[in-house]
């Protein structure tokens, strides 16, 4: 018989129970995605996404400023091209030489899919259509130059490299808010996916070295340290976010001097990284626990301090282990931005709120919620797929084994 | 600083340690050893062969002279590190870092020396201890006698004064034990201070300049392997040979 | 370069700051003094604000009349009564929600991790997708999304969904139930409108999908790490006694799990119910909405914030504590 065969009875029809079952799974699957689609096709009527497409995207930023969101994603861009481009061409046993591996080429038709698929669908204009493939461009000429002349740069530059998205970050951050000569744009005026993005990436870049912390703290030896970092983690896991966002919102304007309490929606993006940081160091301190004391002990025999010990030895294996944890968190941190449309900021969420009250669109919250749902189960889903992939190089076990085998 | 004419390297007088939990590991230690003496230290399990060792690292804390606490001055705690390598039964290697890195990872952080400098160095030792081709591979995919050969060679690549070894064939296949004995007797001829913790008895009586036994914290007997071995003075030596012999 | 045997030396007394003994209480008491220092700055501007506004902790507000209804209560409240009252009703809703959502969210989260074991493989890839699905969307936007996509949309009257013993319309789920004189009576219409032992209300039915769905499927992943950290033997043997698939799992391999699905419950039930406090996004008047609404027209910030924590602190506290005790329970039984 056929092997594909063979497996599919194996599978579903072992038994006139599970034959049973599988049938009636079979067609209740069938009906839905037959309903699913239909409605997709006759019924959802997608002109509300269409028409709201620049509000979803970066909320009411104003429309003659937007040149600097399009030159940040061109920058983004370039530097995800050359990062991929670099990682590929960096020497590793387990790598194959070829300049562009299979999966390589598939993750980049994908991406050019939807750089065609998605202005079309959204009816943009000719104008943003063809900036769309220009990014698309931008990213495979970046990736192949960097796959292919990578090699040839020098140790130090391949060094130094990293701090790229550092500075892209901060020049991110004044080319959305304006200064240096851009006229400023208000944090009000901040919204949709472009808010949702900025809150949780700032999150996620300062809950780490404060989660860290928060880790070794509760591991010290010090008990003062340890209580500390115990206290603020136990109290803050204690919480529900939204009433510390909401604590953010009511009462951090009295524990500050008055002129000094940040804006509406930095408040919230420090709220969401002090909370984010307490489970973050929850996850690190899983991963510090599985270090053993060897370690340590071997790197002070050879004369490393306390804090190189820490970050040469400790860190580098702790971090890997607790790699999928805090990948865990960071998700659940991305989907935590949309509690901020509950205290009033147009995060995507927020902005699909705003869209619905619209009586223009009574009557179609499916098409925007469903979209909505697949935006973020994208985001989520690939960062779930990067961290398998990081922690799959990361892991000198895998190498060993890859190349263990004749 | 006390300079004896005779090189004394170490000198411990009635070293005395307690755990946090209140057990008394060490009673009242005294040893000295003399610059390129190798001394072997035997006894049985859980009489605080390891603690004493770790003592010469700083590992372990509290230590007693003469009762004058020591081992209190941060900087000398570190220069003492600097200066003692340690070899463990458990190889402790990093396995986030090559073979190579192992080696080269405390020699640059530590004394700033260049990378470049201790990689060759570095590679001159691997050959030493005889696995210079698995220099770029990750600890994780070596045996187990590699891997200790492996933590000679780190421990040699930080230039120590003094070299210590806890128990570190212990953890090894027979047929790899032979491997790292062979590195550590090489060592020995070459003049290197070594304090050895280890129950080869075959080692300790070729290599050893003398053998200490130690028992419930204490040393009991001290005396050139010859005549530790065949003519114990103590009735403690000879019930702890006559169980290991 | 000091030599090794200066440490040795019976002379050696460091000087303080580099003296181990000093040192780790030297790092502790700065840190204690910067953590002081900053308590007394947040509280001292705390102070200062609350008294210039005439607004330092108090509580007689708790007795004023609150004005506002609850749509839907356990322990009865309308306008007329005071805060306190209304904060009490909020907190019952809060425990009625918090409580349905465990048990169902358990009852679907065990048969989800169940099913991941199952020799189908259709049913097998059904529960990943649920799973996969489900973690990877914000649990608000589903919420919302059972709220005003899927029950706001019901139709009412006759029109209504109709499975035996059960009524989904827009005015209300309505079951099948023991209704007047301990007679099992279904759903009626009467006069265009239903009637039946049990209603719930769209708000309260959206919140439970919500949360039931979200936690059952983070709960499906403890109980499958559960299974799967029973030895492959254990299966094995109990399928050599010829026990079926169900019955090995239900008598041999689930026992031994619990050992390990219990903490991960825990986790999973504080956070349900810590996620219960959404139910403010689909109109549901829990203990979180009570305040809000208390907070607007009272301006006691500092007050409400604290009842709000206190109450959700002791919430997960107690479940803590239950499920420390069971976990207690399950780590005796197996040895
Ligand atoms: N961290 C610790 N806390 C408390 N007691 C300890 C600790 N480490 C060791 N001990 C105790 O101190 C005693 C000496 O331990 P040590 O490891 O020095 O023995 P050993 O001679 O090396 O034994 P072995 O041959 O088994 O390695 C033992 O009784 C041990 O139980
Ligand atoms: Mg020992």
């Known amino acids: 018989m056929n092997p594909l065969l063979r497996r599919l009875r194996a599978d579903l029809f072992a038994t006139p129970a599970d034959g049973a079952l599988s049938l009636g799974l079979i067609a209740l699957i069938t009906a839905a995605a037959v309903g699913l689609v239909q409605w997709a096709t006759q019924r959802a009527q997608w002109a509300v996404i269409q028409a709201n497409s620049t509000l979803f995207a970066v909320g009411r930023y104003p429309a003659d400023q937007q040149w600097r969101l399009w030159l940040l994603t061109a920058l983004l861009t370039a530097a995800t091209g050359v990062t991929w481009g670099l990682l590929r061409c960096h020497p590793r046993a387990d790598r194959d030489g070829t300049l562009w591996p299979r999966n390589d080429l598939v993750v980049l038709a994908l991406l050019a899919a939807v ?42 530059v391949l060094r130094l490299f990293p701090l790229v998205w550092p500075l892209i970050y901060l020049t991110g951050m004044v080319l959305i808010s304006g200064g240096l000569g851009l006229m400023p744009v208000s944090p009000s005026q901040w919204g949709g996916l472009l808010l949702t993005l900025l809150t949780s990436s700032f999150a996620i870049l300062l809950c780490f070295p404060l989660g860290v912390l928060l880790a070794l703290g509760r591991r010290s030896d010090l008990p003062l340290l340890r209580w500390i970092s115990v206290i603020y983690i136990e109290f803050i896991r204690g919480a529900p976010l939204i009433t510390l966002l909401f604590l953010g919102q009511n009462i951090l304007g009295f524990l500050l001097p008055g002129g000094l309490a940040p804006d509406r929606i930095w408040r919230a993006a420090w709220v969401l990284t002090f909370f984010a940081a307490a489970y973050l160091a929850e996850a690190v301190r899983s991963g510090l626990a599985s270090v053993p004391n060897g370690q340590i002990e071997a790197a002070r025999s050879l004369g490393l301090s306390y804090p190189q010990t820490l970050v040469r030895v400790v860190l580098p294996q702790a971090l890997r282990v607790a790699l999928p944890a805090m990948v865990g968190q960071f998700i659940s941190l991305l989907q935590d931005t949309t509690l901020l449309s509950l205290i009033g900021l147009l995060e995507l969420l927020g902005v699909a709120r705003t869209v619905m009250a619209n009586p223009a669109f009574l009557g179609h919250s499916a098409e925007v919620y469903l979209t909505l749902a697949l935006v973020f189960w994208s985001c989520c889903a690939a960062l779930g797929l990067g961290s398998r992939a990081l922690e799959k190089r990361l892991d000198p076990q895998t190498l060993s084994r890859s190349s263990s085998q004749p | 600083m006390t300079s004896s004419p005779n090189n004394l390297v170490i000198e411990a007088r009635g070293v005395q340690k307690w ?227 | 370069m000091p030599d090794p045997q200066a440490s040795l ?164 789920l309505y079951l099948a139930g023991l209704g ?109 909405s009570v305040a809000e609404t208390t907070l607007n027209q009272t301006g006691r910030a500092l007050e409400v914030y604290l009842l709000l924590l206190g109450a959700y602190l002791a919430m997960d506290l107690v479940i803590s504590l239950l499920m420390n005790g069971l976990n207690r329970f399950v780590q005796i039984r197996e040895r």
């Open chain 1, 115 to 156: 750089a065609f698929w998605l202005p079309w669908v959204l009816q943009l204009t000719p104008a943003l259509q063809s900036r769309w493939w220009l990014l698309a461009a931008l990213l495979a000429a970046t990736r192949w130059l960097a796959g292919r002349f990578g090699s040839q740069l020098s140790r130090p």
């Open chain 2, 19 to 245: 755990y946090p939990n209140g057990y008394h590991a060490l009673r009242g230690v005294d040893l000295s050893v003399h610059r390129g003496e190798v001394v072997v230290v035997m006894g049985p399990s859980g009489s605080g062969k390891s603690t004493f060792i770790r003592t010469f690292n700083a590992l372990e804390g509290s230590i007693r002279i003469d009762d004058i606490s020591l081992g209190n001055d941060l900087r000398q705690i570190d220069a003492i590190r600097r200066e003692v390598g340690m070899v463990f039964q458990q190889f402790n290697l990093f396995p986030h870092l090559t073979v190579l890195d192992n080696l080269v990872l405390a020699p640059t952080l530590v004394r700033g020396r260049s990378r470049t400098e201790v990689q060759a160095q570095a590679l001159s030792l691997l050959d030493r201890v005889g696995i210079k081709e698995q220099a770029q591979k990750f600890p994780g995919q070596l045996s187990g006698g590699q891997q200790q050969r492996v933590a000679i060679a780190r421990a040699l690549c930080m230039e120590p004064r003094i070299l210590l070894f806890d128990e570190p064939t212990s953890s090894l296949d027979p047929e790899m034990v032979r491997e790292v004995l062979d590195v550590m007797r090489q060592l020995a001829q070459e003049d290197i201070t070594m304090v050895v913790v280890t129950h080869e008895v075959k080692f300790a009586e070729q290599v050893a300049h003398r053998v200490v036994l130690m028992a419930e914290g204490n040393v009991v007997e001290e005396a050139p392997p010859a005549q530790f071995f065949k003519n114990p003075k103590h009735e403690r030596t000879r019930r702890f040979l006559d169980q290991i012999l």
């Open chain 3, 180 to 288: 007047q004189g301990m007679h099992w009576s279904l759903p009626q219409l009467v006069n265009g409108v239903w009637q039946a032992p049990l209603r719930l209300s769209v708000e309260f039915a959206a919140l439970m999908s919500g949360l039931i769905i979200y936690s059952g499927a983070f709960i499906a992943e403890v109980v499958r790490g559960g299974i799967a950290s029973v030895p492959k033997g254990q299966w094995e043997a109990a399928t050599s006694l010829g026990m079926g698939w169900f019955a090995t799992l239900r008598h041999v391999v689930l026992p031994q799990a619990l050992r390990v699905i219990v903490p991960g419950l825990n986790t999973q039930y504080i956070s349900l119910a810590k996620n219960s406090s959404l139910a403010v996004a689909v109109g549901f008047t829990d203990l979180y």
């Open chain 3, 9 to 172: 030396d019976p002379l050696d007394r460091p000087p303080w700051w580099r003296d181990r003994r000093v040192v780790p209480w030297l790092v502790q008491g700065v840190v204690a003094l910067l953590l002081l220092v900053l308590i007394a700055f947040l509280l001292g501007n705390l102070v200062h604000n609350l008294t210039t506004r005439d607004m330092l902790l108090s509580w007689r507000w708790l007795g004023q009349t609150a004005g506002f209804d609850i749509s839907e209560t356990l322990v009865p409240f309308n306008a007329e009564m005071p805060y306190w009252r209304g904060l009490v009703a909020g907190l019952a809703n809060t425990l009625r929600a918090v409580i349905t959502g465990l048990v169902g969210a358990t009852l679907l989260g065990t048969l989800a991790g169940m099913a991941s074991y199952s020799r189908n493989g259709l049913l097998r890839g059904l529960t990943r997708t649920y799973v996969e699905t489900i973690r990877n969307i914000p649990l608000l936007l589903q919420l919302i999304f059972w709220y005003f996509v899927v029950f706001l949309s019901l139709p009412n009257g006759s029109a209504a969904l109709q499975i035996p013993g059960v009524v989904l319309a827009k005015s209300g």
